[in-house]
């Protein structure tokens, strides 16, 4: 006691932040850091593989490779592009679009030197494959260099006496050429396990054993021998189901060998980041939305929604409409085939799209990346840089179902964790005797979580009117959070300020609308909200052993019972003051 009302903050996050491993994953990135850290390692959530395969597929899962947008699609998304531009006032689709023909706002001002010199110009080179490169390191630019010059100098006579590399990690495994015999691993696609007849549920938890590995090895330099005196915070996404959370555990107990676990929801955790205590949480990441309420660090199952769509998506809508106005130079950008090609189309969105009224257009350098060759740069000007992110509003213009959710039927959980019944020796249970204890809910946790094909500003609406009491509501309308790399989006705040009070039936008595400022980069918000729940939680009656996993799992009537993402709540912490 005498310690807790002496110790500081920064002595108490030092001091149990340094054995502590807090996990974010995602579909396109994972988060991996010590809670004691400011932000964690981003690293992009694949792996690629060598195969000897003939003819070599690119990614691994098929299902994407033969995805392709229909007529009625095409229609429903220019529909979507003229609703857009009206509110923009810009000009519909079918009018002319030449470039300085009109009254326009450029954008080349607005951005900081530091966005300047580091992602418009950014340059990405091939990585070097062979096992012979020992300073090949995925993140640096002197690495970039030398495995530009490896590339380059490469003989075709010595390449078939050179060992290609089994597995890379990280931005290298996205700047693989093509033609290099190397398939692209996924295991988290639209906020699920990426379980498909071309990828097992088993080849998707090897993966993610590898990925998050190399990030413990090479990152954080915590080797095999001395994860027994780390513990770890897995921070799951709210789309993740009950049998994906229970393989993570398994994956973080037994494979990895930490020596405990717990579980928290992202949308909990993000209220701990920002130190809230109620808000409605919205977390824009790269391939699925998600929006919950949370009331004094408790989530409202019921106002939970799932959007399928993300940053990702506003990177192809961005593609889609400079090659309708033939900005864009005569590439072969190819954002599924060629995942450099997504890392120069996520530069630029994170660089030139912003939401505000008028023409936004700029001149900027894009990139050809062709099999194994140098890049070459293409000045082109780009155009209605405005739009794509109106895409979170009219998902329409997204057309999500180019980039599908994996496959169902695999995530149906046969030993629910949340059957834990009544205890039948207890006198007075009343008529719930025997049943399971979350029959009260609404919601099933054994049935899979449904997306809504609805845009933000709705989707906003729909979950804080679900929260049931109108002084919860007015709270929460006036406490909104966006967190995930969209959230950084110019321009993002007032649009949805603006877009939820129109949303806002009139019937309502609810006139105000604001959404908060977050306190760090809101791509980290999550994460550090985990690192806070696990520094604060000194009982830790919620944590799950190794040995009481890998023997039992969570014993019915054990007090130590997994919830899902549908249930799972705050800790509750005690403050001392006095």
């Not at 991996?32 to 694949?46: E, M, R, S």
Request: with cysteine.
């Amino acid at each position: 006691m005498d310690y807790l009302k002496s110790v500081v903050p920064s002595q108490l996050v030092s001091e149990r932040g340094s054995n502590l491993v807090i996990i974010n994953p995602g579909s396109a990135n994972v988060r991996i850091g010590l809670a004691k850290q400011d932000t964690p390692f981003n690293v992009p959530h694949c792996v690629a593989r060598h195969t000897n395969l003939t003819p070599k597929p690119n990614l691994v899962d098929q299902m994407i490779n033969n995805t392709q947008v229909i007529a009625s699609q095409h229609v429903d998304r220019e529909r979507a592009f003229n609703t857009t531009a009206s509110l923009l006032k810009i000009p519909y689709l079918d009018e002319s679009s030449s470039f300085g023909s009109r009254k326009m706002a450029r954008i080349d001002g607005f951005n900081q030197p530091s966005i300047t010199t580091t992602k418009k110009d950014k340059v990405f080179t091939w990585t070097n494959v062979y096992q012979d490169n020992p300073s090949s390191l995925p993140t640096s630019e002197s690495s970039a260099h030398t495995s530009e010059a490896a590339t380059d100098s490469k003989d075709p006579g010595e390449e078939g006496k050179r060992k290609y590399r089994d597995m890379i990690f990280g931005e290298e495994a996205l700047r693989i050429s093509p033609k290099d015999p190397y398939t692209i691993h996924r295991p988290v696609r639209r906020g699920h396990f990426n379980v498909s007849p071309q990828y097992s549920a088993q080849q998707v938890c090897e993966d993610l054993i590898a990925i998050w590995d190399w990030v413990l090895l090479d990152k954080l330099e915590i080797a095999h021998s001395e994860r027994s005196k780390y513990s770890a915070v897995l921070v799951v996404p709210a789309t993740f189901d009950s049998r994906e959370i229970k393989e993570l555990l398994t994956i973080v107990l037994r494979d990895l060998c930490f020596s405990s676990a717990v579980v928290h929801q992202e949308g909990l955790s993000t209220i701990f980041g920002n130190g809230l205590s109620t808000a409605c949480i919205v977390n824009m990441g790269a391939q699925t939305s998600t929006v919950v309420c949370i009331e004094d660090g408790v989530s409202l199952p019921n106002t939970e929604k799932i959007l399928p769509f993300g940053g990702d998506d506003i990177c192809r809508c961005l593609l889609w409409i400079q090659r309708h106005y033939q900005n864009w130079p005569q590439l072969r950008t190819d954002v599924l085939a060629k995942p450099i090609d997504m890392l120069m189309l996520n530069g630029l969105k994170e660089s030139y799209c912003e939401i505000r009224e008028g023409e936004v257009e700029t001149v900027a350098k894009v990139y050809s990346y062709e099999d194994g060759m140098p890049a070459v740069a293409h000045k082109t000007n780009l155009t209605s840089l405005n739009v794509p992110p109106m895409g979170l509003f009219y998902p329409n213009l997204l057309v999500p179902e180019v980039f599908p959710q994996p496959p169902r039927t695999w995530f149906q959980d046969h030993e629910n964790m949340l059957e834990e019944t009544w205890n039948m020796d207890f006198a007075g249970g009343g008529g719930n005797m025997g049943l399971p204890v979350w029959d009260s809910f609404a919601a099933s946790p054994l049935n899979p979580k449904k997306e809504e094909k609805i845009g933000l500003a709705e989707a906003i609406t729909s979950s804080i009117l679900s929260a049931g009491r109108i002084d919860l509501q007015r709270k929460l309308f006036s406490s909104i959070q966006l967190v995930g790399g969209v959230g950084l989006t110019k321009g993002l705040v007032s649009a949805v300020e603006e877009r939820v009070l129109h949303a806002i039936p009139p019937t309502e008595a609810i006139d105000t609308v604001e959404v908060l400022p977050s306190r760090m980069d809101p791509t980290f918000v999550s994460w550090k909200g985990g690192a806070i729940l696990g520094i604060l939680d000194f009982g830790r009656e919620a944590w799950i052993h190794r040995n009481e996993w890998m023997e039992n799992g969570i014993r019915v009537g054990s007090a130590k019972k997994y919830r899902d993402s549908y249930y799972i709540q705050a800790q509750a912490f005690c403050f001392i003051n006095s």
